[in-house]
């Protein structure tokens, strides 16, 4: 377990200092980067598969509340992240460039204790990410097997382990910032499918196969309200990445100001991608759309909604993306191996660094593997690690951090809206654990260990 931090751990103290012997910071969150490096990293971080559920959470809300809420999220987090940023480059100023999630609550809000926190949370919502970005990988080698090979004998847990291996070998790449390649096709690959996947909704919608309509929500009222709540955790999830204090790290100081740019490069991107996708795949499959919108248009009876080329290709760049979100959430579990573990007096690729990284790297690879084989629950399991993870990570602590750094006065207006967002999130965040829980709970005469298929 990581210890606590020193109150200001990388206070300027010219060579010596200590983040100078953290070898966690030295290689795995190494400052290099530009603004755009930034921006990839972000954008990976976001805008990943999981807005392919977008239709899946608008059935839980109907029209007009999903396009409030998706909005709201949208303006919500960037300004949270906006603030996260501002935060960062106050203490930088103050000589105290804090490059851990962990590390500046401590800092700010004097508290061993917030440092456990978000380091529990962080593991949850990386490992989380890392289960569910190897299991969608497994899945969609899977549809493109069956699709090949509709009698085959493989189950879904043999592609699982396929990219689990695959992700052992690619994990090695040593730093943060090595994955800035990386990161920028990972943004080309999902303005690719979402690209495709609108216009295999539009195609679909618009055929002679069109599936029927039906946008009403539950007609008991109590279930509308626990549906609403675990929809709006699923969009808290997909908005959501925990881990901004370490992709901000990656930039080559001084960072102040070069993490905005990159946060409007990331919400260009989510802007032409998240409503789109939502829209068209609501639109088509209204409530009985999957929580994998390219499902849906791949039904189990019948041919296929779209063009089997077009689906195709979608799961092939679904499939890549997944392996770079893998890679990123993973960089806080290496980080904390490698502080551990490395001898930042030698070299990155030294013998001494070179095996603990590979070893350590590979068996956390094998047990995110063996988790997604065991518990193919994805919608669930989103809609759990969103209200749990993403909504104190990114909705809640970013407000306080900035209140206590800038000390707004209470007659001011920022004060009060840090606040209020503050106090609804928190509300949300109970209300969508509750539901989510719930509906992990009912679901659970569905679920079957080491299943042949993804349960929404």
């Known amino acids: 377990m990581p210890e606590p931090p020193n109150p200001h751990p990388f206070l300027d103290a010219g060579p010596e200092s200590p983040r100078d012997a953290d070898a966690g910071a030295v290689f795995v969150l190494e400052s290099k980067g530009q603004w755009w490096h930034a921006g990839f990293h972000l954008t990976t971080a976001i805008v990943g598969p999981t807005i392919l559920t977008l239709p899946y959470a608008f059935r839980g809300l109907g029209w007009p509340v999903g396009f409030l809420c998706l909005t709201a999220m949208g303006v919500v987090t960037f300004y949270s992240y906006y603030l996260m940023s501002k935060v960062l480059d106050h ?184 409503y789109a996708t939502a829209v068209s795949g609501y639109w088509v499959f209204g409530n009985k759309a999957s929580s994998n919108i390219l499902e849906s248009l791949m039904p189990d009876e019948g041919p296929s909604l779209a063009p089997t080329w077009v689906l195709g290709l979608a799961v092939v760049f679904v499939l890549l993306q997944l392996l770079a979100i893998g890679l990123v959430y993973s960089q806080v579990a290496y980080e904390i191996m490698e502080k551990k573990s490395a001898d930042v007096n030698q070299g990155m690729f030294s013998k001494r660094n070179l095996i603990p990284r590979i070893i350590l790297r590979s068996v956390y690879m094998i047990l995110c593997g063996f988790f997604a084989a065991m518990l193919p629950f994805f919608g669930d399991i989103s809609a759990v690690v969103g209200a749990v993870g993403f909504i104190p990570l990114d909705f809640v602590l970013p407000m306080l951090l900035y209140n206590k750094t800038h000390k707004p006065t209470k007659s001011t207006f920022t004060y009060w809206l840090n606040m209020s967002i503050m106090v609804v999130f928190t509300a949300v965040g109970l209300m969508g654990t509750f539901s989510s829980v719930r509906k992990l709970v009912l679901d659970a005469n569905k679920f079957k260990l080491f299943s042949d298929d993804v349960i929404d």
Request: glycine share 8%.
């Open 91 to 274: 203490c930088e100023k103050a000589g105290r460039r804090h490059i851990r999630f962990r590390e500046l609550a401590a800092d700010v809000l004097g508290s061993g204790g917030m440092f456990y926190f978000v380091i529990f949370i962080q593991t949850a919502i990386n490992t989380g990410v890392g289960i569910g970005a190897i299991l969608l990988a497994g899945e969609c080698v899977k549809i493109m097997y069956t699709e090949l090979s509709p009698n085959g004998s493989l189950k879904l847990y043999h592609f699982i382990a396929m990219v689990t291996v695959v992700m052992m070998v690619i994990s090695q790449l040593p730093s943060f910032h090595s994955l800035r390649h990386i990161n920028l096709g990972s943004l080309l690959l999902s303005l690719g499918y979402s690209f495709l996947a609108v216009v295999a909704c539009i195609y679909a919608g618009t055929s002679k196969n069109a599936p029927p309509r039906d946008y009403s929500l539950d007609s008991t009222a109590s279930i509308r309200v626990f549906n609403a709540f675990t929809s709006i955790s699923i969009i808290a999830a997909i908005f959501g990445n925990g881990i901004l204090p370490e992709i901000q790290a990656t930039l080559a100081p001084p960072a102040t100001g070069k993490m905005v740019k990159g946060l409007v490069m990331c919400y260009t991107v989510i802007f032409f991608t998240f």
